[in-house]
């Protein structure tokens, strides 16, 4: 499987964006799907998680309230809503596929990584 995320872009602080994640080439809906960040210079960062079927969804404190992850398995297709966003969030921003159905915040445990989309946040 291929993951394709999208959705990055330029924006204020306080403004909203949506990333999307695309997979294609194999199996998508049977695996939970994570997003990561990584800013220059730090290491990747765990953003959210959401299980295989949605049911169990997963935020750090930095992001919770402000960011929400969802999925549409028949599009293969997971996304993350990013709202109050804040100059801190600028990062390049990775979906990633887990090995199992459930919810985890290591990236040791995703083996399928998109390539990355950039967001920047201006203040």
């Known amino acids: 499987v291929q993951l394709q995320a999208s959705g990055g872009g330029l924006v204020q602080a306080g403004d909203s964006l949506t990333l999307s994640c695309a997979a294609s080439?194999?199996?998508?809906?049977?695996?939970?799907v994570g997003w990561f960040r990584q800013a220059p210079g730090k290491k990747r960062d765990f953003v959210a998680a959401i299980s295989w079927s949605g049911g169990n969804i997963f935020y750090p404190h930095s992001v919770k309230g402000r960011f929400t992850i969802s999925r549409d398995n028949a599009k293969n297709t997971a996304y993350l809503q990013m709202n109050s966003l804040k100059p801190e969030d600028t990062a390049v921003y990775y979906c990633?596929?887990?090995?199992?159905?459930?919810?985890?915040?290591?990236?040791?445990?995703?083996?399928?990584w998109g390539q990355g989309t950039l967001v920047t946040v201006s203040s």
């Open positions: 990633a596929r887990k090995r199992d159905r459930w919810v985890g915040i290591s990236p040791d445990d995703y083996d399928v």
């Open positions: 080439g194999g199996t998508f809906s049977s695996y939970a």
